[in-house]
Structure formats: C-alpha cells, structure tokens
C-alpha cells in the first residue's frame, strides 16, 4: 500500500517523501499486509515530530517520533511501528516467549 504522508503547517518537499519511503519501506520485508499507511508531519516549536500510523492484518501500530532535524523523527517514527510489528510477529511465531 501507498504511503499517505500529510505535513501540517509545512510543505513535505520530495527529498522528505524519499526519505519517508526508504525509512517505512523496511516493514515490507516483514510481510504485513497493510491496509493503512499514514504518516503525519508537523513542527513543534524547534522540534519536528513525526507520527507514523498503520493497521495491519496483526493489528494497529504507532510510532512517534521528535527530534530538531525532521528526517531523524522519521526514522524514529518508523523503528518503533517496525519494533512493535516484529514484535508481534515473533510472539504469534513462539507464543512462550
């Protein structure tokens, strides 16, 4: 599914969309199924910060992240949604652990 990336109070140039798709795209070597993407931008006083949102066949996952450069609150956004995805896979995989 198509990455949906809204910036709130500023304009989300091409280097930050290529940014956001590399930094989202890891979730595809997990194989979800994904029938929401969504990635939310917007500046909070010196801080970007970043909320990524999905819904899965295993559930819904967020991430937020903030950080002054608004390419790292993307990459923290998406390591957590990723962390908690992996997650869930492992303990549906072994449920004992």
């Known amino acids: 599914m198509t990455l949906e990336i809204?910036?709130?109070?500023?304009?989300?140039?091409?280097?930050?969309?290529?940014?956001?798709?590399?930094?989202?795209?890891k979730l595809s070597k997990?194989?979800?199924d994904l029938?929401?993407?969504?990635?939310?931008?917007?500046?909070?006083?010196?801080n970007y910060v970043s909320e990524y949102e999905i819904h899965t066949n295993?559930?819904?996952?967020f991430g937020r992240g903030s950080d002054t450069d608004c390419y790292l609150s993307i990459t923290d956004a998406a390591t957590k949604v990723f962390e908690q995805v992996k997650k869930r896979l492992d303990k549906l995989q072994d449920p004992s652990a």
């Open 6 to 25: 809204v910036g709130k109070a500023f304009d989300v140039t091409d280097a930050l969309k290529a940014h956001a798709e590399k930094a989202t795209g």
């Open 58 to 61: 295993l559930g819904q996952f």
């Open 30 to 32: 997990l194989k979800v």
């Open 35 to 46: 029938s929401y993407n969504h990635l939310s931008l917007k500046k909070d006083g010196a």
